[in-house]
Structure formats: structure tokens, C-alpha cells
């Protein structure tokens, strides 16, 4: 029983990275939109300098991971529901954990390779110096960070069809990257909005990355990390209960 | 009828209703091991809604339904179920062999990868993307994910909908073999043909009802009687006049005579004609057996 469902994990993973990797054309932009944003603004504007360079490290690795998330449990889930290939699989002993569990590998795959370009400009093009531990630790933030996404992700994918899907996936990525304060410091924003950002897990998520880094808040506000992490927690639950919610819903 | 763990399907006073549409009205189904059964109906009958329940796809309204002793969509019942579903679709960017491959492993003693390949002539085509296939060839892929897991259950939801013959005919073939090696089928249907080909059993469902269920010639002796087809310079109507005759429909050059006793009616149309031509009797069709369960459901529904 145990090998059984592992041997359908494996396949299931198989399966998904063979489907990501053949379409090329949705996985390549997820990929390489962060590392390109992040060279731009780091280094080819003007007034770019380590500070920003570190600054942005922090933001555009929340960035990178969420797009993998976001789109593959988004527009994947949404996609095969549509089709009916989830109501196959329901019928079959496919075990439901290790369709979501491999689906996770993937995202978690290309998140990795989302964020390992960032680090290298980082590391050696902006020179920005942090101490080994400090950059697993980021590293191991940044791929946490995908839990909140993923769920989100799922909710879009149970509730919308496979078109509305792409629409909303992108709505919510580019909100949550935009109001999250990830690609222009919240700091920036008027102040209501700079309230409404820190409703964001991507905005919380940021904080916990800058602190890391050892750069400022993005409000400048006295900066608590672990209570950053207790509300990413908290949204967490939230949206756990969200997709669980919307799986139900679906079902019948 | 007895019915333990090992029973593939055994349900009582399903029902089950979508607003104020009811899907299914207080259904009665005992399926033993090893039959093939057909459920015939028109769109809308209620079929796929049964299928749906005995999945644990969908929860009936009230009812109760055990498959293999468990409640539909427990994993052990699952183990032992293969589907093949309409309106459903694979991944498009999987191969057949890939697709096949992925639900061998959610089973326990599934069957040789070559094998299916080789059962469901998926030989050809078995590397190309699923987007690229034809629609029959995707029906294939689909019949084959519902046999690979070597399942004592197989459920086909019209499987054979919009399939060129050859294909029908290959998974008929298959369908015969699966339960000949003791497996039990059950398959929607609207093509009457297809229930007369393949099934033991024929289960007509009609407005959520089940309204005749039997052995396949019982239904088909529904008709009664048989179907003389022939040319003949008799008048339709001097051809009503002969006895035992139900009806006779002119088409074409020929005339079918729907008789009670082919040997009283054969008798005095060859008296009447002794230049009639080109004769065959048959058996009536399942589609005139059919025709007639649904003109009258109530009848029907009280005798089964």
C-alpha cells in the first residue's frame, strides 16, 4: 500500500514535469520575467545601487516564487477540472495527496529555478554580501513563500473556468506584486494603500525577506519579523480554509 | 438477491434531484459479478447520473448504494473500478503511453503496459501528444485507462458515441474478453444495437426510472412475435387482413409485417402470393422492443 501510493507520487511527478516543460511558452516568461526585472531595476537604472540591489533581492525572490504558485495551481487546476480529467481521476484509487503533492514538487522546481539567477546577480553582479547562513535562510523563506500562493492558486482553479482562470491568475499575481510593495517600495504608496498592502501575504512575506537582508522596512516602521511570519500564518490557515472551501464547492 | 462484499453494485430507492429536476427516482440496482449490463435510455434518462453515483461522484439526495460492501468513492471500491466518463478529457500534452503508465501506478495488480497498448490498438499513435489524436483515437486512450488497472468493475459511459465502426468494434471485442474472464461491465448506451451486442442484461431507463430490467432476450420478446420482410403484389391493406398480423409498413419496394405467429401469417400470404419475393423473417429489433417499454412505463415499471 505504502510503495503503491509512493510509486504514484513518483509517476505523478513525472507527469507534471513532463506537462510543464512542454509548454514551454507558459513556464519560460514565469521564469525569466523576475531575473529580467530584477537586472533592470537593480542595476540598469539610474540611482541603482547595492542598497537597492539588496533591497530588491528580498522583493523580487517573493516575486519570482509566486508566479510558479499562482499560475500552476491557478490556470493548471482550473485546466484539467474543466476538461473533466479531475472527475477521472476522482473515480480512479489516484490518490488525491499525491496530484497536489506532485504538483507542489513542480512549483517548488521552478521556483528554485526562478530564484537561483536572482541570487547569482545578486551575489556577484551587486556584490551584496550576506553571511552563508543568512542566504539559506532567505533561500528557505523565498520557497516558503510559495504555501500562501498555492493556495490562493487552488481557490482560482476550483472556482474558475479555465479561461477566467488566466484573467484572475493574472489579476491576483499582478496585484499582489504591485500593492504587495515588491516591484516599488510600499513606502511610496499613499498611506491607505500603504495600509492595504500590509493585508497581502506578499507584502508580509517581503518584511520577513528584507529583515533578512538586512535591509529597511519598506513602511520604515519599527520592523518585529517574527510577528510578520505569525500573520503570514494566520493568512495561511485563512486561505487553506479558502481552497478547501472552494475544492468542496466544486465537487458536486 | 443476496448480496455480500463481493457484489459489485447494490443499491436501493436511490434518488436523486438538482433543483426540481429529478435525475433519479427511488432507483432499484443489484449488479452481480460477472454480467455485462447495459443501461439504455435517452438523453437525459438519468444514466450518467447513476454512473455518477455509483462513482461517489455525486451524493444521492436519499438512498442507499454499496459497491463491493463500500460506500461509492471509498478507495477500496476504487481500487476495483475502472471509468471511462463522458465528456472527459486527458492532459493535452501527455503521450498515451505516459497517461497509461501514470494510472498503472494507482493500482495494486494492474495489467502488461503492451498488453492494453496492443488490446486497444493504440500501437501507432501510443508517442504522439494527446492533443494531437483524433477524436476516436482519444476515445481509445480513454478506454484503455479504464481497463489498465485490471479492474473487477468497469464502467463505460457511452463509450462508443460519435466512434467510427472499427473502433466500436475493437471495444466490443475487448468488452467481451473482460467479461468473459469473470469482470463485470457496466455500459450506458443509446444505441440499441450495441446492448443487443454486447450485454446479458439490459436496464432501460427512462425520466430518472428504471423501467424494465432483464435478461436481453426477455426484453427483446417484448416485441414479441417477428418481422416478415418481402416483396409482394398484395395491397397493405389486404396484407393487415391476413391473420396474426400486428402492422405492415410499405418501404420502398418492400413490406415489413410486424406479425404475432410467423407460421399462421407465412402460411396464408404465401396462399394469397405465390410470387412472393425476396423473404426474410426476423427476429424484432431491440428498437422495437424499446419503442415499446418507453410508450408505456407504467405498465412496465409494474411488472418489473
Not at chain 1, 535562510?137 to 482562470?165: E, K, Q, R, W, Y
Not at chain 1, 520604515?220 to 479558502?242: C, D, H, K, S
Given at each position: 500500500?505504502?510503495?503503491?501510493s ?14 510543464a ?8 516568461p ?14 540598469a537604472?539610474?540611482?541603482s545601487?547595492t542598497s ?36 477521472i ?27 537561483i ?18 542566504w539559506?535562510?532567505l ?8 504555501l500562501p500562493f ?15 482562470a ?7 499575481f ?15 504608496f ?9 493585508t ?6 517581503a ?11 519598506q513602511?520604515?516602521?519599527?520592523r518585529?519579523?517574527l510577528?510578520?511570519?505569525?500573520i ?10 479558502l ?6 464547492r466544486?465537487?458536486d | ?7 459489485p ?15 433519479l427516482n427511488s ?7 460477472g ?8 438523453n ?10 455509483c ?6 439526495t ?5 459497491m463491493?460492501g ?10 476495483r473500478?475502472?471509468v471511462m466518463?463522458?465528456d472527459?478529457?486527458?492532459?493535452d ?10 494510472f498503472?501506478?494507482?493500482?495494486q495488480?494492474?495489467?502488461n503496459?503492451?498488453?492494453?497498448i496492443?488490446m486497444?490498438k ?9 492533443k494531437?489524436?483524433s477524436?476516436?483515437q ?17 464502467f463505460l459511459?457511452?463509450?462508443t ?12 471485442g ?7 474472464d469473470?469482470r463485470?461491465v ?6 440499441l ?5 454486447l450485454?446479458d442484461?439490459?436496464?432501460?431507463m427512462?425520466?430518472?426510472n428504471i423501467?424494465?430490467?432483464?435478461p436481453?432476450p426477455?426484453?427483446?420478446a ?8 418481402c ?12 391473420p396474426?398480423?400486428?402492422?405492415v ?8 409485417i410486424?406479425?404475432?405467429?410467423q407460421t ?12 412472393v ?7 424484432p429489433?431491440?428498437?422495437e422492443?424499446?419503442?415499446r417499454i ?11
Amino acid at each position: 500500500m505504502q510503495t503503491l501510493s509512493l510509486n504514484a507520487f513518483f509517476n505523478e511527478c513525472g507527469a507534471e514535469i513532463l506537462k510543464a516543460v512542454r509548454a514551454p511558452e507558459y513556464i519560460l516568461p514565469t521564469l525569466i520575467l523576475p531575473v529580467a526585472f530584477y537586472a533592470l531595476f537593480a542595476f540598469a537604472m539610474p540611482n541603482s545601487g547595492t542598497s537597492g540591489a539588496r533591497y530588491l533581492l528580498a522583493t523580487y525572490g517573493v516575486f519570482a516564487v509566486m508566479g510558479p504558485a499562482i499560475f500552476g495551481f491557478g490556470v493548471g487546476v482550473a485546466n484539467e477540472r474543466d476538461r473533466g480529467w479531475l472527475k477521472i481521476k476522482r473515480a480512479s484509487p489516484a490518490p488525491a495527496i499525491s496530484y497536489i503533492g506532485a504538483k507542489i514538487m513542480v512549483t517548488l522546481i521552478f521556483a528554485s529555478l526562478a530564484l537561483i539567477p536572482i541570487y547569482l546577480l545578486a551575489g556577484f553582479r551587486a556584490q551584496i554580501v550576506l553571511a552563508r547562513s543568512d542566504w539559506f535562510l532567505l533561500f528557505g523563506l523565498h520557497m516558503l513563500s510559495v504555501l500562501p500562493f498555492i493556495l490562493i492558486g487552488l481557490t482560482l482553479g476550483f472556482s474558475f473556468g479555465s479561461n477566467g482562470a488566466v484573467a484572475v491568475s493574472n489579476i491576483v499575481f499582478l496585484g499582489m506584486a504591485a500593492l504587495g510593495g515588491l516591484w516599488l517600495p510600499a513606502f511610496l504608496f499613499p498611506a491607505p494603500l500603504q495600509k492595504f498592502a500590509a493585508t497581502l501575504p506578499s507584502y508580509q512575506l517581503a518584511e520577513i525577506a528584507l529583515a533578512i537582508v538586512g535591509a529597511s522596512s519598506q513602511t520604515g516602521a519599527e520592523r518585529i519579523p517574527l510577528q510578520n511570519l505569525n500573520i503570514v500564518a494566520i493568512m495561511t490557515i485563512i486561505l487553506a480554509g479558502l481552497a478547501i472551501w472552494a475544492w468542496r464547492r466544486q465537487r458536486d | 438477491m443476496p448480496t455480500t462484499g463481493e457484489t459489485p453494485i447494490s443499491a436501493t430507492g436511490l434518488t436523486k434531484t438538482f433543483g426540481k429536476t429529478i435525475a433519479l427516482n427511488s432507483v432499484n440496482l443489484v449488479v452481480p459479478k460477472g454480467d455485462i449490463t447495459a443501461i439504455l435510455g435517452e438523453n437525459g434518462a438519468g444514466k450518467t447520473t447513476l454512473i455518477h453515483v455509483c462513482l461517489g461522484l455525486t451524493k444521492p439526495t436519499s438512498g442507499q448504494i454499496s459497491m463491493f460492501g463500500h460506500s461509492p468513492g471509498a478507495h477500496p471500491a476504487r481500487l476495483r473500478t475502472g471509468v471511462m466518463l463522458q465528456d472527459a478529457d486527458l492532459p493535452d500534452l501527455l503521450t498515451p503511453r505516459e497517461h497509461i503508465t501514470l494510472f498503472a501506478s494507482y493500482y495494486q495488480d494492474p495489467l502488461n503496459l503492451p498488453d492494453v497498448i496492443d488490446m486497444c490498438k493504440l500501437a501507432k499513435f501510443a508517442d504522439k501528444k494527446y492533443k494531437t489524436l483524433s477524436g476516436g483515437q482519444k476515445r481509445r486512450v480513454q478506454f484503455a485507462l479504464a481497463i489498465i488497472g485490471n479492474p473487477d468493475l468497469v464502467f463505460l459511459d457511452e463509450p462508443t458515441t460519435g466512434l467510427d465502426t472499427q473502433t466500436r468494434r475493437m471495444l466490443w471485442g475487448v468488452v467481451r474478453e473482460l467479461a468473459k474472464d469473470g469482470r463485470t461491465v457496466i455500459l450506458t448506451t443509446h444505441y440499441l444495437e450495441e446492448a443487443d451486442a454486447l450485454a446479458d442484461r439490459i436496464v432501460v431507463m427512462h425520466g430518472g426510472n428504471i423501467i424494465a430490467d432483464a435478461p436481453t432476450p426477455q426484453i427483446r420478446a417484448v416485441a414479441g412475435g417477428a418481422v416478415i420482410t418481402c416483396t409482394t403484389v398484395l395491397t397493405v391493406a389486404a396484407l393487415k387482413s391476413l391473420p396474426d398480423v400486428k402492422s405492415v409498413r410499405k418501404t420502398g419496394r418492400f413490406v415489413q409485417i410486424n406479425t404475432q405467429n410467423q407460421t399462421t401469417t407465412m402460411k396464408s400470404l404465401l396462399a394469397a402470393d405465390p410470387q412472393v419475393s425476396e423473404l426474410v423473417i426476423k427476429k424484432p429489433s431491440l428498437e422495437e422492443a424499446f419503442d415499446r417499454i418507453v410508450q408505456t412505463p407504467q405498465q412496465n415499471q409494474e411488472k418489473a
